[in-house]
């Protein structure tokens, strides 16, 4: 009876999320009412403090949700970072845009996160969290950079810390221009090459970096549906040029 009882509590939790989700997104986070949230959730408002503090708690386990199993996958360390770091620093890039760019919850809370709060009163936690996540992304990058320092495939000089600054610009407003038209580019394509232009410059002259997709859970797709992209460029081009002709 117990386990049952855990287990309603849980359910109920999980639907409240689900609920804060399309209310979120719906009004925004100011104008979303906690009683809304409840409705669309089938139960009462009680039920909600039962579970949350506030909207900021509420929001903050939304984002948790969606987020922390990728961030698990990204921003933590790995023994196997130090065989090629800037190889691992592409492959961590790469793989946030492709998944940012197919899986539709983490779309959906990126662009409650983003477009849809405003940081005032109670709110300004949410600023906290956003500012939280900034710092453990660019701890990440710059720890991938001094450790690509440290095995000479940067150049000669190069501080690590606006490096990893400007990558994490890039990756970020990459994320945040494609959720305001997505129909712009391809976050998977124009970043991968994006991302690898960048550390080409960053790069020391004659050093090499594994290709990608090799030895990256996840980000083989990535590479092969750019190859097959690059493949149907070439075919528009000469078809292009033979009507030329």
């Not at 994006?194 to 859970?217: D, M």
Request: proline residues 4%.
């Amino acid at each position: 009876m117990a386990r049952r009882t855990k287990e309603e509590a849980l359910q109920t939790r999980n639907d409240l999320i689900d609920a804060a989700e399309l209310v979120f997104e719906l009004r925004g986070v100011a104008g979303a009412s906690l009683q809304e949230v409840a409705e669309t959730a089938g139960v009462t408002r009680g039920a909600v403090y039962w579970h949350f503090r506030d909207k900021v708690d509420l929001f903050n386990a939304m984002m948790d949700r969606a987020i922390l199993p990728f961030e698990q996958q990204w921003l933590v360390a790995s023994p196997d970072d130090a065989a090629d770091p800037l190889a691992r620093l592409r492959d961590v890039l790469c793989d946030i845009l492709r998944q940012t760019a197919t899986d539709p919850r983490l779309q959906r809370v990126l662009a409650i996160s983003t477009q849809k709060v405003e940081y005032v009163g109670e709110l300004n936690g949410i600023r906290e969290r956003h500012l939280r996540s900034r710092e453990q992304a660019l701890r990440r990058i710059e720890g991938l950079l001094r450790l690509g320092a440290a095995s000479g495939q940067l150049a000669a000089g190069l501080s690590a810390k606006p490096a990893a600054r400007a990558l994490h610009a890039l990756v970020d407003g990459l994320i945040a221009n494609w959720m305001l038209d997505r129909d712009a580019f391809d976050p998977c394509r124009v970043g991968q090459t994006a991302v690898e232009q960048l550390l080409a410059g960053l790069r020391c002259p004659g050093s090499s970096v594994r290709p990608t997709g090799q030895g990256s859970p996840g980000h083989a797709g990535a590479s092969i549906d750019g190859s097959i992209d690059q493949r149907l460029d070439n075919k528009a081009a000469v078809a292009r040029s033979r009507k030329r002709k």
